[in-house]
């Protein structure tokens, strides 16, 4: 192993113990425990409901359920959440299955099956602004920005003419309204955008994790589970390419990779992974 892969490694245990030390913590379980009360909708359901959101005037961030789910949701000053009178539900779309009995050939039991969806039907829900109370909810530990007016501009030069000859183009943009992201990989359009907000620190760690992506197959993933270990290996990957070049991405990085792994088992499985493609990316980078 290389000097530089067994520092690598050393970097990499101790990301993980941050992470296990974030997710162990009492405000995270809580945060985890209530957010498992809210239903996790499809992306199609999730643009129905901005768009309506957005028609209405309201910013489409905060949590969306169903009348009953907010009655078991504690809120602001005691008891629990109610819609406010008067507020007209928004709409999406819930899927109808099926199901049939079937024998089991061998044993001669019968067990129901899913016999997959049949149609859908319209579902009212209601967004967290339409309650007569605000939800008495935990915060979830938030990736803090990185600050400052240095970071290695050859480093950054170096990645854009990586993702060049990848077939990339790069360019760094206005950030529009309520647009929340930091960078972002178009794998159809083979395109990467980074937002021009972010100070040198910030836009070199988010261009390091767009690259992780673009070299990780991440195109590929898809699916819940897929997006997350995706996000949980590009910060990692950018993570260790910061550390490597001087630039401490820590306050971000942790509650991120926190966030969307869940538990750190999901960092330690994508070890290997990790630490194999950031050794290429820095013999790269080097190159």
């Not at 709409?91 to 099956?113: F, K, M, N, Q």
């Not at 967004?127 to 400052?148: I, K, S, V, Y």
């Not at 590009?234 to 490597?244: G, K, P």
Request: proline share 6%; glycine share 8%; net charge negative.
């Amino acid at each position: 192993m290389k000097p530089d892969d067994e520092r690598l490694t050393r970097l990499h245990e101790a990301l993980v113990e941050r992470v296990e030390q974030l997710v162990s913590g009492e405000d995270f379980m809580r945060f985890v425990a209530e957010s498992d009360r809210f239903h996790r909708y499809s992306p199609q359901n999730r643009l129905l409901i901005a768009c309506q959101l957005i028609d209405r005037g309201v910013e489409p961030d905060g949590l969306t359920a169903s009348y009953k789910t907010w009655t078991k949701v504690p809120a602001e000053g005691g008891g629990s959440c109610q819609v406010a009178k008067g507020e007209k539900a928004l709409w999406i779309y819930a899927p109808l299955t099926s199901t049939r009995r079937v024998v089991d050939e061998d044993t001669g039991d019968e067990r129901v099956v899913s016999g997959g969806v049949r149609g859908f039907k319209p579902v009212p829900v209601f967004h967290q602004t339409q309650l007569d109370r605000p939800p008495a909810l935990p915060e979830p530990p938030m990736p803090e920005l990185l600050r400052g007016e240095d970071a290695p501009a050859l480093v950054w030069h170096a990645v854009m003419a990586e993702l060049a000859a990848a077939g990339y183009s790069v360019g760094v943009v206005a950030r529009t309204t309520g647009a929340m992201w930091n960078g972002q990989t178009s794998f159809v359009g083979r395109a990467v955008h980074i937002h021009e907000d972010l100070d040198p620190p910030q836009r070199l760690k988010t261009l390091f994790h767009e690259w992780a992506h673009t070299t990780m197959g991440h195109e590929t993933r898809t699916g819940e589970n897929g997006r997350h270990v995706a996000e949980v290996e590009a910060e990692s990957v950018a993570y260790l390419l910061c550390e490597r070049v001087g630039v401490d991405s820590q306050q971000y990085t942790v509650p991120y990779v926190s966030g969307w792994a869940g538990s750190v088992e999901v960092v330690k499985a994508t070890a290997e992974r990790v630490l194999g493609m950031t050794s290429k990316l820095i013999d790269r980078l080097e190159a």
